[in-house]
Structures are given as structure tokens and as C-alpha cells.
């Protein structure tokens, strides 16, 4: 599918997208030595403006998988914020978007190794709908396949690699004939979706899945946990959640940045919620797309408006636009 965003960050410049291109023999693309992040923009008509969620925020988490990754790259969180508004402005989008920024290993070598092994970065950005085409709910199952463990491939990075993970779950879920899977932990406590968080609600209390159960540390589970309780008094539990429970739950839902807030309707052909979204998943889901809009004035710092905001300078010298 042809993407109209005609422009990409990469090796320093704004170049034409299918410039954008790396070797066959890019370590990154070898070895899956790659970190990313993905970030929503949401266009809101009545204001005439492009609001990307939480974009430091992401840059935040973004530098955190460098460390792990040995990913050395000279601009700063503010620098990469500066580039990311400047590149979607650029492609002038008017409908909700998909930022994709990745540091990766830039070097050209057999070997997996991570030192002495040049990093550098890179951004795109496509039209992006509904991650999961307005399926009301969703049918999923408990996948066979386990969460990759933190001392293995540490799951809290965004590393390209560990997306076979979710690429294997994911896929035997969709060929099984469901929507989506939950995919448990190795000690068989309930960790996340293939490319999601969780939350289920059982007796009115909200509880999600803790860290130590190998889960990415999402940037849309933690704006869940703030605002859900400060909004309707909802204190998110965080604690182990065994595969049983799964079955009794009240609702369950997925969040995050492409599935946002999706209702969770049937899970290994039991249903959840009488097969509707739940009502605490409703207002959930509701509030969340609202806030993403523009529409919430009390969060509105979440928010990084692209055509109104004025970048920071301090990139000024390091990025030169190339393209015309």
C-alpha cells in the first residue's frame, strides 16, 4: 500500500522516503539490533491540528532500550522530539498518523556483537486508523507461546528482535480464527497481548499485569492507571493475574498505542462481559479517545500540538534539511 507521507528522517537529513534505505548487510537488519518506539498523532478538524500522545514520553522510554542495547546516538530527548514534530509537519497529514522513530546499529558486519558498532537514527511516519478495523470487541486466545523473559531479550526495551515473539503469537492466533491472543509469562501468569497491555475489572477494581511478569512498560497503561483514578476513582491493582481468572473476569481489555483501548469480548470461547464492551471498559476507552483529541483541557500537556508548536532550536545545528 503506497504511503502519502512523502518524507522520512534518516542519517541526519529529511530525505525523500524511498531514499530512506539501509544495506543488506546493516547489522540491525541482520540481527534485529534495533530499538523503537511508536507514537500516535491525532488529528482533530475543528482545530485545524495534528496532536501527537505523549511524544517525550516515548523518547523517554526510547532512551531507556538504548541503554540496554548499547545504542549510542547524539541527539538528546528534546533534540528528537524537535525532528519527530518537524517530520510530521513536513508530510502535512491531515488524518490520525503513526510516527515510527528506531536507533539502530548502523554498522556493516557478520557478527552480533554490539561494540565498536556505529548507531544512528531514523523516522517515518503512515496513515493510521483503527489497529484492529472497528471490531466492536475481540476474540482472543491464550497463546502457546511464552513472553521472552527479561534475561533473555529484556521485554521493559522496544527491541526489534523480540518482535518475532509477538509475530509468532500473533500469527498463530489469526490462523487459529481469533483476533488477538494473551500471552502468559514462562512462570504461567498472564503477561500481556502480542503487542499490548491488559487490563481486566473483576468486582468493580481495576487490575493489570505487573512488570516482573515481563510486560513492555506502556506509555497508554500508565496514562490508563493516572487517569482512571484521578477521573472516576478507579485504583488500578497491579499483581500477578493467573490464566483461570481470565475466564471469571467481569471485562478485560487491551491498551496501547495502536490497539489503544480494545474490549476483550471472548477469550478460548468463553465469554467476557456478555459478549459487549464492559461499562468501565466503555468509559475507559471514551475518556481516553477524547483526551487524545484535544478535548480534555486538563491534559492537554500530554499533548504535542505539530502545526502550533515552535521547536526548541536546540537541534538547529545538528539537523540540516536536505530534502526540497
Not at 475481540?138 to 534475561?151: G, Y
Not at 529484556?154 to 492466533?173: E, F, M, S
Not at 497508554?220 to 483514578?229: L, P
Request: hydrophobic share 40%.
Amino acid at each position: 500500500m503506497s504511503n502519502p507521507h512523502k518524507f522520512a528522517f534518516f542519517e541526519g537529513n529529511y530525505v525523500n522516503l524511498e531514499n530512506a534505505k539501509v544495506s543488506i548487510m546493516n547489522h540491525s537488519f541482520m540481527y534485529g539490533t534495533a530499538v523503537f518506539e511508536g507514537v500516535r498523532g491525532y488529528w482533530n478538524e475543528e482545530h485545524g491540528e495534528m496532536y501527537l500522545f505523549r511524544l517525550r514520553e516515548h523518547f523517554l522510554r526510547m532512551a531507556d532500550s538504548m541503554k540496554i542495547m548499547h545504542l549510542g546516538v547524539k541527539y538528546s530527548v528534546d533534540e528528537l522530539v524537535d525532528i519527530a514534530v518537524e517530520l510530521v509537519k513536513r508530510n502535512e497529514p491531515k488524518t490520525d498518523t503513526y510516527l515510527r522513530p528506531s536507533a539502530y546499529k548502523a554498522g556493516q558486519r557478520v557478527g552480533p556483537s554490539l561494540e565498536d558498532n556505529p548507531s544512528d537514527i531514523c523516522m517515518f511516519t503512515v496513515p493510521f486508523g483503527d489497529y484492529f478495523h472497528g471490531a466492536p470487541g475481540l476474540k482472543v486466545q491464550v497463546s502457546s507461546w511464552r513472553r521472552v523473559e527479561d534475561n533473555a531479550i529484556p521485554a521493559r526495551a522496544k527491541i526489534v528482535g523480540a518482535y518475532a515473539n509477538t509475530a509468532l503469537a500473533k500469527t498463530d492466533a489469526i490462523l487459529a480464527g481469533f483476533d488477538e491472543c494473551i500471552v502468559l509469562s514462562e512462570n504461567g501468569h498472564v503477561s500481556e497481548g502480542s503487542a499490548m497491555n491488559f487490563f481486566m475489572v473483576k468486582n468493580g477494581k481495576l487490575i493489570t499485569t505487573p512488570t516482573s511478569e515481563n510486560i513492555l512498560e506502556g506509555i497508554t497503561r500508565g496514562s490508563i492507571i493516572e487517569f482512571a483514578e484521578k477521573e472516576f476513582g478507579y485504583k488500578a491493582i497491579t499483581r500477578q493475574i493467573d490464566r483461570s481468572e481470565l475466564y471469571t473476569a467481569d471485562e478485560i481489555f487491551f491498551c496501547g498505542t495502536g490497539a489503544q483501548i480494545a474490549p476483550i469480548i471472548e477469550i478460548d470461547k468463553r465469554e467476557v462481559s456478555g459478549g459487549v464492551a464492559g461499562p468501565i471498559t466503555t468509559k475507559i476507552r471514551d475518556f481516553y479517545t477524547s483526551m487524545c483529541r484535544g478535548e480534555k483541557a486538563d491534559y492537554m500537556d500530554w499533548l504535542t500540538p505539530v502545526y502550533g508548536k515552535k521547536s526548541s532550536g536546540k537541534n538547529d545545528n545538528k539537523v540540516k534539511a536536505a530534502a526540497k
